[in-house]
T-cell receptor, first 116, second 109 residues
Framework: DGGITQSPKYLFRKEGQNVTLSCEQN?????MYWYRQDPGQGLRLIYY???????QKGDIAEGYSVSREKKESFPLTVTSAQKNPTAFYLC???????????????FGEGSRLTVL | GENVEQHPSTLSVQEGDSAVIKCTYS??????FPWYKQELGKRPQLIID?????GEKKDQRIAVTLNKTAKHFSLHITETQPEDSAVYFC????????FGAGTRLTVKP
């Protein structure tokens, strides 16, 4: 069954700890994206990658890091430098990479991170 | 980067009425404009999209219009039904997609 899998679905972390959110897709999509969703603020772009071994900062990249070593995987690390990390994180992918427009995004089910 | 603004933030209509949601974008290079619907606790799903070489697109009760000169686009839902109740997001894309803040649509039976 093709799709995007995010894990874990729920995650609790203590202040000062780094945490990594997993995103895997078996759709053979070139491009992958991470968004943060807060109530009333829509989806804000954290990082994106249009091709393996390359990624760009989005609008709110501070306190986050990513890697794109494999086409199917785009993990997001929320570091202790992120001042307000409690949020819902959505990973997405699309067929259209290589610096063209994105085309339709396909989303994972999301990961809800709570900092205690 | 691209900045997308969306209005209104909440919209309540009676079943059978029409609903209109409007968005503006800042980057004239953007060329792809989708609309997503997100039901409570679920992932966003594409409901309709339009590219910059088209002015209007319709799919049953849903239509999108695009004015490239004015840099705005709108979602029109006719004959609304209670199952249309959800949060709707507009977006604009060139190399990465930016989203509006969302509109919470409530359709009262």
């Amino acid at each position: 069954d093709g799709g995007i899998t995010q894990s874990p679905k729920y995650l609790f972390r203590k202040e000062g700890q780094n945490v990594t959110l997993s995103c895997e897709q078996n759709l053979n999509h070139d491009a992958m994206y991470w968004y943060r969703q807060d109530p009333g603020q829509g989806l804000r772009l954290i990082y994106y990658s249009q091709i393996v071994n390359d990624f760009q900062k989005g609008d709110i990249a501070e306190g986050y890091s990513v890697s794109r070593e494999k086409k199917e995987s785009f993990p997001l690390t929320v570091t202790s430098a992120q001042k307000n990390p409690t949020a819902f994180y959505l990973c997405a992918s699309s067929t259209r990479g290589h610096y063209r427009d994105t085309g339709e995004l396909f989303f994972g089910e999301g990961s809800r991170l709570t900092v205690l | 980067g691209e900045n997308v603004e969306q209005h209104p933030s909440t919209l309540s209509v009676q079943e059978g009425d029409s609903a209109v949601i409007k968005c503006t974008y800042s980057d004239s290079a953007s060329n792809y404009f989708p609309w997503y619907k997100q039901e409570l606790g679920k992932r966003p799903q594409l409901i309709i999209d339009i590219r910059s070489n088209v002015g209007e697109k319709k799919d049953q009760r849903i239509a999108v219009t695009l004015n490239k000169t004015a840099k705005h686009f709108s979602l029109h839902i006719t004959e609304t039904q209670p199952e249309d109740s959800a949060v709707y997001f507009c977006a604009a894309s060139i190399r990465a997609m930016r989203f509006g803040a969302g509109t919470r649509l409530t359709v009262k039976p």
